[in-house]
């Protein structure tokens, strides 16, 4: 069964530092998403992507962060500088059709220290 | 603004027993899905419904939303311990927005 890869599995950095976390969707889906779940909380939805341009996001997707598909397989989400309260865990997630189902990667767990 | 509440927040019951999650909105929804999120893992779709009143089932699972497109309730009948998880509705409003419940946690005891 087609499966959303995301790369790293665990990532810990410093404050201040930036990452990119990274994501394949599945191949013939043309949207893309971020979400966040901070431990213990609720699934947050970041932003959506559909036709190399973003289409939504949530007021937790600042100028801090940004996304890109630089290729025709990759999805990243970079966080230029990260804070102690990015420590979440960060899900990919794709859809054939936007609103109808969403396969979600394993997820990024990244912490900030 | 909360847009979905599901009730219970947490459940804890026996093996075998039957049990309905809730899902709550005061939005119209034109689709509304339900997955399943294991410790660690992404959430998992387990179904879509996109008409008022549509009814599908998986297996032990039976999934309903209301007629209005306001809510959704999803019942296990005997549920055993691999059903024990986080459990999430997420639905896509009229204004094409995608939105997750607050979940319900359960636990299913051997």
């Known amino acids: 069964e087609p499966e959303v890869t995301q790369t790293p599995s665990h990532q810990v950095t410093q404050m201040g530092q930036e990452v990119i976390l990274r994501c394949v969707p599945i191949?013939?889906?043309?949207?893309f998403y971020w979400y966040r779940q901070i431990l213990g909380q609720k699934v947050e939805f970041l932003v959506s992507?559909?036709?190399?341009?973003?289409?939504?996001k949530s007021e937790i997707f600042d100028d801090q962060f940004s996304v890109e598909r630089p290729d025709g397989s990759n999805f990243t989400l970079k966080i230029r500088s990260t804070k102690l309260e990015d420590s979440a865990m960060y899900f990919c997630?794709?859809?054939?059709?936007?609103?109808?189902?969403?396969?979600f990667g394993s997820g990024t767990r990244l912490t900030v220290v | 603004t909360q847009l979905l509440e599901q009730s219970p927040q947490f459940l804890s019951i026996q093996e075998g027993e039957n049990l309905t999650v809730y899902c709550n909105s005061s939005?119209?929804?034109?689709?509304l899905q339900w997955y399943r999120q294991e410790p660690g893992e992404g959430p998992v779709l387990l179904v879509t419904?996109?008409?008022?009143?549509e009814v599908k089932k998986l297996k032990r699972l039976t999934f309903q939303f209301g007629d209005a497109r306001k809510d959704s309730s999803l019942h296990i009948t005997a549920a055993q311990p691999g059903d024990t998880g986080l459990y999430l509705c997420?639905?896509?409003?009229?204004?094409?927005?995608?939105?997750f419940g607050t979940g319900t946690s359960l636990t299913v005891i051997p």
């Open positions: 419904v996109v008409t008022g009143g």
């Open positions: 997630a794709s859809s054939e059709k936007g609103g109808y189902g969403y396969t």
């Open positions: 992507f559909y036709n190399n341009e973003i289409s939504e």
């Open positions: 939005s119209v929804f034109s689709s």
């Open positions: 191949s013939n889906h043309l949207y």
């Open positions: 997420a639905g896509v409003n009229t204004g094409n927005q995608f939105y």
